[in-house]
């Protein structure tokens, strides 16, 4: 895969993380949607799971989301049929922090061995050495909760000074957890529920903006199925265009700092959803999509 110009232009531009020389375009894909219903078990259709990973590349992706609990092991097992040997550009980020039951439930994985464990089933099934950056996923399902993160993520940092990991970040965390890792090493991402209705992180963003770390929104099984407003689809309508579409391009102009990580099992969703890097949302539309944002 070659990062050319103008690829970086259809995908919002690039961001680089602070610390290292590592340039990720803005619009990235998120593969949770690779694995079978409920994110459990395999893909119908696995060919078509690697036909969508193979046209994000070709479309200039080059920052794709997983964890080895999708699935579990699916989505990476993919990853690597699709894409390895993996460009030189291609950052590929996963998480680490839980696992799945039987029953399809997602279960906290933060004592050290199953970090430990995790980081190496994540090496295994993407065959890797080395594992680009990994975020420590604390917290709720969907929110976060209090307490210290100060014992998993010591033990990631020896999984990083050992080699195995070469940039961390955070999940579903608060910004005294943000401070708390802080103090014990360089973040690089924090990747928190957001989106134009739910908009708890604000300042949270703004913050990470001022320290050069990014933000990665996620969204419940990764869509945005729950956001119903009849704004958001008028200035859909009104601009001939979807509203996903003109929600992922209000994150793009939200803050310079947020990277987006839409999934989707279709080749066709995976066009429309590139295609909103270059859309640029008038004042007027902004305004109306500013009014239905929430906080609790």
Known sequence: MKA????MTKLGGSFTLPGTSIAMHRMGYGAMQLAGPGVFGPPRDPDAAVAV??????????????????????????????????????????????????????????????????????????GLESL???????????????????????????????????????SNVTPKQLKEAQTITDIVCVQNLYNVAHRDDDAFIDQLARQGIAYVPFFPLGGFNPLQSASLDA??????????QVALAWLLQRSPNILLIPGTSSVQHLRENL??????????????????GTKS
Do not use: C
């Open 4 to 7: 050319t110009s103008n690829n």
């Open 53 to 126: 990973l193979r046209e994000a590349v070709d479309a200039g992706v080059n920052h794709i989301d997983t964890s080895d609990f999708y699935g579990p092991h699916v989505t990476n097992e993919i990853i690597r049929r699709a894409l390895h040997p993996y460009p030189k550009e291609l950052v590929i980020v996963t998480k680490l922090g839980a696992r799945r039951g039987l029953d399809k439930s997602w279960i906290p994985a933060l004592s050290r061995q199953e970090l430990i464990d995790g980081a190496h089933d994540n090496l295994r099934n993407l």
């Open 132 to 170: 680009d950056i990994v975020n420590l996923r604390v917290g709720g399902v969907a929110a976060p909760s209090d307490g210290s993160i100060e014992e998993p993520l010591t033990a990631l940092v020896e999984l990083k000074q050992q080699g195995l990991i070469r940039h961390l970040g955070l």
């Open 235 to 244: 200035t859909a309508e009104s601009l001939g265009v979807t509203p996903m």
């Open 275 to 292: 295609k909103a890097a270059t859309l640029t949302l008038p004042p007027d539309a902004l305004a109306k999509l500013e009014a239905i």
